[in-house]
């Protein structure tokens, strides 16, 4: 597939699209400065908002400057990906002086990190859409061409943070019920997206790739889980969570094994979740993670269903070096000995900016990285 070979047709009028990304993006210099402000109380929310609506027109316009044809808000109203949005669940509340630490790693070494903790101590529920503002200045701000895509937490994680210790059991004795409260509010969530005009919706879920590292597996014993079936348990909830979504909300789901400033969490394969993940999950896509060699090889891909999507992260997110074109081509060629082509895409393997401190590239070095995925999916499929 070297040169501008074309292997298949199809530019994807759907999402997820042959060239697309996972959604977080590095804030530029002006939003770092507010947000601190806004922590020192320099500044009030309203600045803070201006600031916000500002960095995020421009980051519209990035996206729209590389071709590709999702667009996000780049998360820039979030400090981090997945908590802003659980702790806007009724019953769920920040802990503050309880630390939970979790190992990330690089090149260099491992770094403790510690992330905000969280208890259920109440009735999970769900009051207004969980960022219905955020997504209406990305509905009302996008050009034609492009396909606004909000991103959340998958249920899972409001569990796998802290497991059933997290859960007060004087408010639920039985798990059960807390599985069923925790699915009505996020199909009240994704009935609320959907009325809000969101046709493109994707359940970040760092747990389904987690527990393929055996080390993983091993802190799901500590948090009172079941290390060999945790992950049938959360598929099983998400698609109760799903169950009444409408015909043309396009759903997917991103995996990968932790992205916090160019550091990792977890290694291993899809091999352990694969059968369950692919024939089991009810979505429409995947965004998998592929860049190095920690994330496996692509035969677990032997399990996708005929009519779903896999949105190969091959291109990483963690550094700047550019990919060389023809690698990434050969790369796509290898997933093809286990899944047709004809149901992949290409993509970052993760977001840039997972949480607001992000990665270790500049704007310009990502936006390189956007442009590509795009030149690459239009050699590889027209």
């Known amino acids: 597939m070297s040169g501008t070979q074309q292997v298949s047709s199809g530019r994807r009028t759907l999402p997820p699209f042959r060239a697309d990304h996972v959604g977080s993006l590095l804030r530029p210099a002006e939003l770092h400065q507010a947000r601190a402000d806004f922590k020192a109380g320099k500044i009030d929310a309203a600045a803070l908002r201006a600031v916000e609506d500002k960095a995020i027109l421009d980051v519209i316009e990035l996206q729209r400057s590389t071709g590709i044809q999702t667009v996000t808000d780049g998360e820039f109203r979030r400090q981090s990906w997945h908590m802003d949005f659980i702790y806007q669940l009724q019953g769920v509340t920040q802990v503050s002086g309880e630390v939970l630490h979790v190992q990330f790693k690089n090149e260099q070494g491992t770094y403790d990190y510690a992330p905000p903790a969280m208890h259920v101590d109440g009735k999970i529920g769900i009051g207004e859409t969980i960022f219905a503002d955020a997504f209406r200045f990305l509905r009302d701000h996008a050009h034609p061409e492009q396909t606004p895509k909000l991103t959340i937490p998958s249920p899972s994680m409001v569990h796998y943070r802290g497991g059933n210790s997290s859960i007060d059991d004087s408010v639920y004795p039985d798990l059960g019920e807390f599985w069923s409260d925790l699915t009505a509010a996020y199909a009240k969530q994704v009935a609320g997206v959907y009325e809000l005009g969101c046709r493109y919706l994707q359940l970040d879920d760092t747990s389904l790739a987690y527990v393929n590292d055996p080390a993983q597996r091993e802190h799901i014993v500590a948090i009172g889980g079941d290390p060999d079936h945790l992950h049938e348990q959360?598929?099983?909830?998400?698609?109760?969570?799903?169950?009444?979504?409408?015909?043309?909300?396009?759903?997917?789901?991103?995996?990968?094994?932790?992205?916090?400033?160019?550091?990792?969490?977890?290694?291993?394969?899809?091999?352990?979740?694969?059968?369950?993940?692919?024939?089991?999950?009810?979505?429409?896509?995947?965004?998998?993670?592929?860049?190095?060699?920690?994330?496996?090889?692509?035969?677990?891909?032997?399990?996708?269903?005929?009519?779903?999507?896999?949105?190969?992260?091959?291109?990483?997110?963690?550094?700047?070096?550019?990919?060389?074109?023809?690698?990434?081509?050969?790369?796509?060629?290898?997933?093809?000995?286990?899944?047709?082509?004809?149901?992949?895409?290409?993509?970052?393997?993760?977001?840039?900016?997972?949480?607001?401190?992000?990665?270790?590239?500049?704007?310009?070095?990502?936006?390189?990285?956007?442009?590509?995925?795009?030149?690459?999916?239009?050699e590889v499929w027209g």
Not at 272 to 294: C, T
Not at 305 to 316: D, E, H, N
């Open 234 to 378: 959360y598929i099983a909830n998400i698609n109760r969570a799903l169950a009444g979504k409408p015909d043309d909300l396009v759903i997917t789901t991103h995996l990968c094994r932790g992205n916090n400033q160019s550091m990792w969490a977890a290694e291993g394969g899809y091999d352990f979740v694969a059968e369950a993940l692919f024939g089991d999950l009810n979505v429409n896509g995947y965004f998998l993670e592929f860049d190095d060699e920690r994330s496996g090889g692509f035969a677990p891909l032997r399990y996708v269903p005929k009519g779903k999507q896999v949105i190969l992260g091959i291109v990483t997110t963690k550094r700047a070096e550019l990919e060389d074109k023809d690698f990434l081509k050969r790369r796509i060629e290898d997933a093809t000995q286990y899944i047709d082509i004809d149901q992949l895409g290409i993509s970052g393997q993760c977001g840039f900016s997972s949480t607001e401190e992000g990665n270790n590239l500049t704007i310009d070095e990502q936006k390189a990285k956007l442009e590509l995925i795009v030149e690459v999916a239009q």
